[in-house]
């Protein structure tokens, strides 16, 4: 069963975001808030607890499309090819923030994300988020919270998520309430910006 654990976005503990990321180091899934709805994430580098995701989202690994989450835009270079400066200047522009961004993955993809041609790049404006990214060194993967419900797409309840998931995943964090529209994703792997999804984040920027 899943431990809850709660945290604040002002100033997450450092000794639980510590015992969080240790859970994610030992190949567990763990749901998180970020600065739109709650993610279910786990180490990139982990191919048994990417596995796992892939078997409680129904899909194969290989054909997944999930998230990298970042703590900031430092390591871009790990995971993407080389950018032209009009599309680092959308990035610098809009990150941390309620944002996807679609960019050409490179060859030093992790291998479980080897045939990957592009990548979902995060960086959300949430300190627990990012708080957990950067202690754990590397990116989360992750996918959105849905709900079963028709009209709320996603649940925003840290509690109802524990219900809902505490014998799927390791630990929950508390963070308080999300929000219950998910992220803006634009394509920007050829060079254009492509509207993939309408979310938080305003089209403006573009």
Request: proline share 5%.
């Amino acid at each position: 069963m899943a431990e809850l654990i709660k945290l604040y976005e002002e100033n997450p503990n450092p000794r639980q975001v510590e015992k969080v990321v240790n859970v994610l180091r030992k190949g567990g899934l763990v749901i998180y808030p970020t600065d739109t709805v709650y993610g279910l994430g786990c180490d990139i580098t982990n191919t048994k607890a990417l596995e796992r995701l892939a078997r409680i989202k129904g899909v194969k690994l290989e054909k997944a499309n999930w998230s990298f989450v970042c703590a900031d835009l430092s390591n871009l270079s790990d995971y993407v090819r080389q950018i032209d400066s009009s599309t680092f200047k959308i990035l610098k522009r809009t990150l941390p923030g309620p944002y996807t961004f679609i960019l050409p993955g490179n060859n030093n993809l992790p291998k479980d994300f080897k045939k990957k041609k592009t990548v979902g790049i995060r960086v959300p404006d949430n300190n627990i988020a990012r708080a957990l990214v950067a202690e754990l060194g590397n990116p989360i993967v992750s996918t959105s919270i849905r709900d079963d419900d028709d009209i709320l797409e996603y649940t925003t309840d840290p509690e109802l998520i524990y219900e809902k998931w505490q014998n799927l995943v390791d630990v929950v964090i508390d963070g308080g309430y999300g929000d219950n529209v998910a992220s803006t994703v634009i394509d920007l792997s050829e060079g254009e910006p492509v509207v993939v999804r309408e979310g938080k984040g305003s089209l403006d920027i573009l």
